[in-house]
């Protein structure tokens, strides 16, 4: 039955639709009690309730049952309230007995909690219209109890009611029904209408104390309603339908977990069928007649019966197919199977005969606590050595130093379910610490952190056939002696229990040298959860490879050193910060494998590599170092630097954090996992045609030849890294600028070379290096370049290009020439050796501005055929005081510079 089915008078056709679960039935607590006979007495005589005709021929399609009012309100005692829903339920069982359609009352409290109405008196001062739009009921019944005695005549089996209610009909606000009575239930022998063996399930106190009540308002409704006319047209069902007097179970209000029993009684007519829904979640359980009239039967949850909220409705049914459907008034249950999480975090110290526990506290809210496990050798097994509330724990319950105890964790919930074990936890327990160390270790040996700090005084070795494993949560120190590693070491912490290794004393004079693995090869060493701080190299690998996982080497000198062919760590996880120089150095054909690691914030460079092209970089965060990201001082070893974090996602910004043979093909946008790789676009080392999309002419991939001239054009942007060269094929080959922009991005250590593909190179071999027809929407720029052999090396007809750092020398004619209504801008370079004309000739509106530079060696300085005057102030022209005969035009050369500007390009 879905929660909006209400309990009914069926056919059998539509009762054997459904499916029939049996259970096997274990045995069951039973209390029965003879319940006794009930005396009502009714408020004293006035008029009779009004009663509408029309209840008979037109009834409420619908009746919501109102949260039934107590003479103290919101102050009334939380068993008295508890009483007041039980009454209602019970009412709403009865009333359905009649034949009136009855919303359920959790549905029709969820609709008036749903507009904010949650007290019985906010409810009850409601215009009726607006009660019945809420619940969508036709008709609402208001209930008001006067007095609820549960231990009338001073016995727990007695209790006394006063009830009214009140039907009204809810677009006229008519009052359709109305009932009063008082009613006292009291042991007894049987009498009147007895309503026969009444169930008290064993164990469920909240039942126990409310069956009184239960019981009596049960007894009361079933002789108030007499008065309730029957519709006129299931009048005739109604003298068939078999009587239920009670369906209760030992599961109200009760939370069950798996493999918990829920039992249901149902007592009424004898020889029937009967069964049982746990909500609409289990339909159908079948009840077994246990003594005539009384039927039980029970549920055992399963693993993943999980809800909230679900009423036990039991059904009764005729042989001709008739059914009474009568839900528990005790309340709803709720079936929870899923046990807490497995808690993690897991911490020990063992010291002096002593294991302290801690773990990071489970945050369910039905969370109960924490079952504690332990096992010693040489048994295996674990068995419960105690509880908490809290996520920690001491024992000190048999514990020897020296002797190993192992650990498990589970959490348990409020209802039982428990949660798989965590991972075992070892703890050893040991005199505490500090504990000097020196020399050589010679045998498989363990530092553990009970006896931390461990001091270094001097070197210690690790010998080749040695193991030295640390626990957990330890702590190293060195007055400047290195640990050396020959054989093994086996340091794995945790994020709740890193290990560290430091130098002894913050006001040391000198840092300790570090961890250094000497030629260890393939012997098995890790470093994991590891900090190692204030070490002139903090891991150093020498034709060695460890692993170092989520570790830390911040501020050190260098964090991280790596030498040899026979070197190959992997490092990941591992943050690589603050250190004074470089985080990691890489050299002489090692090839450390760095994912996923963050290296940020050093000194220098991020990594800084030298003849070592097996490197892989892969998911890295590199940024903010104060250097480059990565630099690579070997241009015969170009290392892929591809698929990392730079802290952009603007292309042209990654391209400037390196420098070298640095290849990348393609970066993230952002810090793995999360990031999504971006391909650089780029082009081949042939250069020529349509250039209609922004690429990349990388340092890895140069030399470039252009054939034919490149057009950068509708908008795109042509970026070249630093150190590119490209070569011009002899005749009209250039980098043509004409709705876009150029880019060259070199630097004062790796300028880009702009020069002929000729063997033997000599002025003219081809027309133009960069020809500026137009601007795009970005600027163009050329730093740090160098252009020769050309005809005219920068002809700018449109646009206003920076360019800076630039040597431009050899050229046949000009180092610049502009004209239109150009202009472009020029500093810090060096224009020599044009003997055949001026190095920069400006004609049409261009107004060209020239600072800074050393312009010399050429046969005329500048001409300037512009209708514009040329600001060529504060350059050097060669000499002190420069000859005027080197300007042709409108210039304007003074102030001159008195000797050669010192930052230009050379």
Same mark, same amino acid.
């Given at each position: 039955m879905t929660d909006t089915a209400q309990p009914r008078i069926a056919t059998k056709a539509s009762n054997n639709a459904k499916v029939l679960i049996a259970l096997a039935l274990l045995p069951l607590t039973t209390l029965w009690l003879m319940s006794g006979c009930v005396r009502q007495q009714h408020a004293p005589a006035t008029s009779p309730p009004p009663v509408e005709s029309r209840l008979k021929e037109q009834p409420p399609r619908l009746v919501a049952i109102l949260p039934f009012e107590l003479p103290s309100g919101e102050a009334a005692m939380e068993e008295d309230k508890a009483d007041a829903e039980i009454i209602r339920r019970t009412f709403a069982n009865h009333l359905r007995t009649r034949h009136y359609e009855v919303q359920r009352p959790p549905e029709t409290d969820t609709l008036l909690q749903g507009k904010g109405l949650v007290r019985s008196e906010e409810v009850a001062k409601l215009p009726v219209s607006r009660l019945g739009a809420i619940t969508q009921a036709d008709a609402v019944i208001f209930g008001q109890i006067a007095k609820i005695d549960r231990h009338a005549e001073g016995s727990p089996d007695k209790a006394t009611l006063e009830v009214r209610l009140r039907m009204v009909e809810a677009q006229t606000g008519t009052v359709l029904w109305e009932n009063g009575a008082v009613s006292q239930a009291q042991a007894g022998q049987p009498g009147g209408h007895s309503p026969g063996l009444v169930m008290v399930p064993d164990g469920n106190a909240f039942v126990l104390r409310h069956m009184a009540v239960q019981r009596t308002a049960s007894e009361l409704f079933r002789n108030m309603l007499q008065t309730l006319p029957l519709p006129l047209v299931k009048t005739s069902e109604a003298v068939k339908a078999p009587t239920v007097m009670q369906v209760v179970s030992d599961a109200a209000t009760a939370t069950r977990k798996a493999s918990d029993q829920i039992t249901v009684w149902l007592q009424g007519d004898p020889h029937l069928q009967a069964t049982f829904d746990v909500g609409p979640y289990r339909p159908e359980q079948v009840l077994t007649e246990v003594q005539p009239g009384v039927y039980t039967g029970s549920y055992k949850v399963q693993p993943g019966d999980n809800a909230t909220s679900l009423t036990i409705v039991g059904h009764l049914s005729d042989p001709t197919g008739l059914t009474v459907d009568w839900e528990d008034p005790f309340g709803p249950v709720t079936l929870d199977t899923d046990p807490p999480a497995t808690p993690t975090g897991l911490t020990i110290l063992a010291q002096d005969k002593v294991a302290s526990l801690r773990w990071k506290a489970n945050r369910e809210a039905d969370l109960a606590g924490y079952r504690i496990y332990k096992s010693t050798p040489p048994s295996a097994d674990f068995q419960l050595l105690g509880t908490s509330e809290l996520p920690f724990f001491k024992d000190s319950k048999e514990l020897m130093n020296r002797r190993p105890s192992y650990y498990k964790i589970a959490a348990y919930d409020k209802v039982g379910n428990e949660s798989k074990l965590s991972e075992a936890l070892v703890g050893v327990p040991v005199l505490s610490g500090p504990t000097p160390v020196r020399g050589t270790i010679q045998s498989s040996t363990?530092?553990?952190?009970?006896?931390?700090?461990? @001091?270094?005084? !001097? &070197?210690?070795v690790v010998a080749p056939e040695a193991t030295l494993t640390i626990e957990a949560g330890t702590v190293v120190k060195s007055t400047g002696g290195a640990l050396i590693v020959r054989g093994s070491l086996i340091a794995r912490g945790s994020a709740e229990q890193r290990i560290v290794m430091t130098a002894e004393s913050d006001r040391q004079e000198h840092p300790w040298t570090g961890i250094v693995f000497d030629q260890a090869g393939e012997r098995e060493n890790v470093l994991e959860w590891v900090r190692v701080t204030r070490a002139v190299v903090g891991v150093n690998c020498e034709g060695a490879s460890p692993k170092i996982l989520a570790s830390e080497l911040t501020e050190n000198g260098i964090g991280l050193t790596v030498s040899h062919a026979a070197s190959h760590p992997l490092v990941e996880r591992t943050q690589i910060m603050r250190n004074l120089e470089d985080g990691v150095s890489v050299q002489d054909a090692a090839a450390p494998v760095l994912t996923a690691n963050r290296i940020a914030q050093n000194k220098r460079h991020g990594i800084a590599l030298n003849h070592a092209p097996g490197v892989i970089l892969r998911g890295n965060a590199l940024l903010d170092n104060d250097g480059l990201q990565v630099w690579n001082a070997t241009a015969a070893a170009p290392v892929d630097a591809g698929g990392n974090w730079w802290g952009t996602?603007?292309?042209?910004? @990654?391209?400037?954090?390196?420098? !070298?043979?640095?290849r990348i093909d393609d970066y993230l946008d952002g810090?793995?996992?999360?990031?999504?790789?971006?391909? +650089?676009?780029? +082009?081949?080392?042939?250069?020529?045609?349509?250039?209609?999309?922004?690429?990349?002419?990388? +340092?890895? #991939?140069?030399?470039?030849?252009?054939?034919?001239?490149?057009? *950068?054009? #509708?908008? /795109?942007? =042509?970026?070249?890294? /630093?150190?590119?060269? *490209?070569?011009?094929?002899?005749?009209?080959?250039? =980098?043509?600028?004409?709705?876009?922009? *150029?880019? /060259? =991005?070199?630097? #004062?250590?790796?300028? *880009?070379?702009?020069?002929?593909?000729?063997?033997?190179?000599?002025?003219?071999?081809?027309t133009t290096a960069v020809r500026f027809e137009g601007a795009g929407q970005l600027p163009s720029v050329l730093k740090h370049i160098r252009i020769?052999?050309?005809?005219?090396?920068?002809?700018?007809?449109?646009?206003?290009? &920076?360019? %800076?750092? %630039?040597?431009?020398?050899?050229?046949?004619?000009? /180092?610049?020439?502009?004209?239109?209504?150009?202009?472009?801008?020029?500093?810090?370079?060096? +224009? %020599?050796?044009?003997?055949?004309n001026a190095a920069v000739i400006c004609s049409g509106q261009a107004r060209a501005t020239l600072h800074r530079n050393n312009i010399v060696k050429n046969a005329w300085s500048v001409i300037n055929h512009s209708s514009q005057p040329l600001d060529a102030r504060e350059n050097w022209w060669g000499a002190a005081q420069p000859d005027e005969k080197l300007f042709l035009g409108t210039v304007e050369f003074k102030p001159a510079l008195k000797q050669p500007e010192p930052d230009a390009a050379k």
């Open positions: 363990a530092w553990y952190a009970g006896e931390s700090p461990y @001091v270094l005084d !001097g &070197d210690v996602s603007e292309g042209v910004a @990654v391209l400037s954090k390196v420098d !070298g043979a640095v810090p793995a996992p999360g990031g999504k790789p971006v391909v +650089l676009p780029t +082009l081949g080392p042939g250069l020529g045609g349509p250039l209609t999309e922004s690429a990349f002419l990388l +340092l890895s #991939k140069s030399p470039y030849l252009v054939s034919q001239s490149l057009v *950068i054009d #509708k908008g /795109a942007t =042509l970026v070249i890294q /630093a150190g590119v060269v *490209i070569r011009f094929k002899a005749g009209d080959n250039s =980098l043509v600028v004409r709705e876009g922009a *150029i880019q /060259a =991005l070199g630097t #004062k250590q790796r300028p *880009i070379t702009l020069t002929s593909a000729s063997a033997s190179p000599k002025p003219g071999d081809y020769n052999y050309a005809t005219t090396a920068l002809h700018v007809a449109g646009g206003s290009p &920076d360019i %800076a750092h %630039a040597v431009i020398t050899h050229n046949l004619q000009s /180092a610049l020439e502009c004209g239109g209504q150009s202009s472009p801008n020029m500093s810090y370079s060096t +224009l %020599a050796e044009h003997p055949n």
